[in-house]
């Protein structure tokens, strides 16, 4: 298959902006939360979604019923995947933390009736110094078992940090890498096809990479334990990230050399990880409960609607 050279130098292009956003991350901007939550949503359902639809070649079981399935499958997939991983990852130390914690709250509260008996034995003009002595020795005694337990909490919420954060972690880093790989796979099949769709698409998939890189890495995952994790990938994994689209397109230039990637097994990939993307967004763009700002929220998914649409009109006119 012959594939014009000016094509690929385009691709590789495209490629290397990848490679510089996602190595090269700049500090977070403060760009409200809200706003970015409000871009992301539209870009799933009027850029993603879309894409899926127009480049899909056929429909699962061939029917029109099933045209998002895999963007379903995939957003199920991650979704038991963290689930898995919350529920079983150190699941007696998350045990064993709930118990020590209902343990303390106990100690706490018989700390706090002992200490109202006391003043009130002080209030008595005769003092009983041998009861008064012996609820010390207890008050000191729960003190003291309370300190121990706030300690063993500590350690065990450390241990359940690292360890989460390392299985989440891979998970994020597995799901990112081939996003982005999807992406190389694509653009240059696109790039072969037409041009300018690819462009467009180019430019909507570096939009999601910049947004993703301005979200917030950290969030909680055990409300009740009060743990954060904050992902943060290692310099190697950087690097691949940085690399999985420029290595997709490597691959992707080998095979056509050779024959031609079956599109529809190219966007049912891409659909699975559309399904990763939208739960991505859910769970770890969108603001929760009531935090966020719905004025920004609908400006972004105003805004981002208008510059779909001039850009679609743009190339109508084209």
Known sequence: MFIDPLLIIIAFIFGATFFIAEFYEPER??????LIAGISVAYFFLVVLPEISERLPEYPLHLTLLEYL??????AFIHVSEKLILQRVESKSQQRVRKLMNMENNLEAVEDNIENIVS????HEELDEFALRDLARVLKSLHDQGSQIRTDIGDLKIKIHDHITEE???LRFFTNFTYHFLIGLILVNLILIDLISSILFYFFAFFRTVIQNQSSSKYKVFTDLDIEIDMQETQLQKILLASAALIGMVVDLIVDLIYEINLEVLYILFSFTSGVILYTIVREVLPEKEKGNPIF????????TIIILTINLFVVIL
Do not use: D, K, R
């Open 297 to 304: 929220f609908l400006a972004g998914v105003v805004g981002f």
């Open 70 to 75: 895999f963007v379903l499958i995939g957003f």
């Open 168 to 170: 989440f972690g891979n």
């Open 120 to 123: 009130e034995e002080l209030m």
């Open 29 to 34: 901007s403060y760009i409200p939360v809200s």
